[in-house]
């Protein structure tokens, strides 16, 4: 008889061990959380991985360091909307309680898939570049009052 599996998956392991030669701030929350601040292009980046074991599903957010100045909702929402037209990977939502955009990813891991590691990583460069591209954007929407189709307009023209 198989002795009983000692061992329980958890990415989150994973994500430390990503992170550990690395010149970032990780802090684990718990066993199935843990919080990485990445130096960004404009700013820092925090995000957060969460790992739901029934569904084997590993959660990555990305919080965004800009708080809207006199933005209506309607136009933060149609900015996301333009933004999430394009995205192939994840996707921008706005986390109202702590008045922050976010990107948002979730991937479904199993325990034999061939490499994790190269997984999570690809995920995460894809989650640093998109933040990077829509900083600004979310600068100028927020801080400057610029409209979500004209913050957008030096994108179209490349």
């Not at 690395?22 to 790992?51: C, P, T, Y």
């Not at 569904?55 to 900015?79: G, K, Q, T, W, Y």
């Not at 570049?129 to 009052?145: L, S, T, W």
Request: with cysteine.
């Amino acid at each position: 008889m198989y002795a009983e599996k000692l061992y329980k998956f958890n990415p989150i392991d994973d994500i430390e061990y990503l992170f550990a030669n690395r010149q970032h701030s990780i802090e684990r929350r718990s066993n199935h959380e843990v919080v990485v601040e990445i130096s960004g292009k404009w700013d820092n980046m925090l995000f957060f991985f969460a790992w739901e074991e029934d569904m084997r599903c590993m959660h990555i957010s990305c919080l965004i360091n800009l708080e809207p100045e006199n933005v209506a909702l309607p136009s933060i929402f149609e900015l996301l909307a333009l933004l999430n037209e394009d995205m192939w990977i994840g996707y921008f939502s706005y986390w109202e309680e702590a008045k922050m955009p976010l990107f948002k990813h979730s991937v479904i891991l199993e325990e034999n898939d061939t490499d994790i590691f190269a997984k999570l990583e690809r995920i995460l460069n894809i989650a640093v570049v998109e933040c990077e591209r829509a900083y600004p954007i979310f600068h100028a929407v927020f801080k400057q009052n610029i409209s979500p189709r004209r913050a957008l307009m030096p994108l179209t023209l490349m």
